[in-house]
């Protein structure tokens, strides 16, 4: 009595806390975005007679529900990595919530494990599986956004060509792209212009971006503005061609998902076909399959089956990826 209690309580508080977080966390970081940006205005515009703030222009992290534990990320190797890994994927959150959420989930997936199966050997297997899922989850999004600053960067590129042919300076047509550009490509080129604007020399802050957007592509345009800055050239018909070149490396990327469609599929089927098996054992020959449940060779034997899936599916996952 007292572990379920105990497992009903972490389940309640684990709902209740991502509850909180996807709706009290934006707006919080809203506020805090706005106050500082209202500080930034408002500083040094007193009168000589008021007292001088100590505000500095040194950027500063974003805090956490906990910031001991920011602090604490922050100090070790893989905090770093992680700052990185959120900047990348977009989502706006702090390493210490994703450590702590991290922390959470493995408490209540080993709880949840070892009562519902009575085997306590499972339940580090299960606080560890529930442990990586926030930072598959930041991948996740990282992959995605990646992707499609991908799609909307050969956009990007045409509309500075476009703008240096009608004069503009290199870093008016990038004020032009971050105004114009939406999500991901619009915020990652306003971060450069800003970055240059306030006196950052714009070879750091090309660098930096590249930093943020480790793309080939976004090497690429790198690379050929810097060249350009130091040997000359019309930048324009370069963003031009370079435009032309990502599209072509799109057309032959799809080309390649063509051709390795049939085994994303098989994928999708070795990995489903156990599942549905079992639902329809579980119909059909109900006594036969209670035996995977409340044995403990069974209970073994359907642990062992989600592994070897789980990695079945990411080899053929692996097999099937083809850089282009």
């Given amino acids: 009595m007292l572990l379920a209690i105990l497992m ?20 919080v970081l809203a506020q805090r975005k706005l106050d500082r940006r209202l500080s930034e205005v408002t500083m040094g515009i007193g009168g000589p007679g008021e007292a001088e703030s100590d505000e500095t222009v040194v950027k500063k992290q974003k805090s956490g529900p906990l910031p001991v534990l920011d602090k604490l990320v922050e100090r070790t190797n893989a905090g770093g990595r992680l700052q990185r890994l959120i900047d990348q994927s977009g989502v ?14 493995a408490l209540a997936a080993g709880v ?10 499972l339940a580090p297997v299960a606080a560890g599986a529930a442990a990586v899922l926030p930072f598959l989850f930041l991948t996740h999004k990282r992959t995605r956004r990646m992707h499609a ?37 619009g915020p990652e080129f306003r971060k450069t212009f800003d970055q240059q604007n306030y006196g950052l020399p ?79 054992l579980m119909y059909l020959n109900p006594d036969h399959m209670k035996l995977l449940f409340t044995e403990p060779m069974g209970r073994m034997m ?8 789980t990695t079945g599916y990411f080899w053929i996952r692996k097999v099937i990826k083809i850089e282009v």
Avoid: C
């Fill in 8 to 27: 009903f309580l972490i389940g309640a508080g684990t709902v209740l806390g991502a509850y909180a977080a996807v709706t009290k966390l934006p707006a």
């Fill in 92 to 105: 706006k959150t702090t390493p210490g919530a994703v450590v702590l959420i991290a922390l959470v989930m």
């Fill in 112 to 121: 949840i494990a070892g009562v519902v199966t009575q085997m306590w050997f």
């Fill in 149 to 185: 600053f991908e799609e909307m960067f050969p956009e990007g590129l045409d509309l500075m060509s476009r703008a240096l042919k009608a004069g503009h300076a290199f870093q008016t047509s990038m004020g032009m792209v971050a105004d114009e550009m939406k999500e991901p490509v």
């Fill in 202 to 280: 714009l070879r750091d802050a090309l660098l930096q971006m590249s930093e943020r957007v480790p793309l080939l592509d976004v090497r690429f345009f790198v690379t050929a503005v810097l060249i350009q800055r130091e040997t000359g050239g019309n930048l324009a018909e370069i963003l031009e061609n370079l435009a032309h070149v990502v599209r072509e490396r799109f057309k032959i990327l799809r080309q390649v998902r063509v051709h390795t469609a049939h085994g994303r599929f098989t994928a999708w089927v070795l990995l489903a076909l156990p599942a549905f098996l079992a639902l329809a």
């Fill in 302 to 309: 359907l642990g062992l089956t989600v592994v070897l899936q």
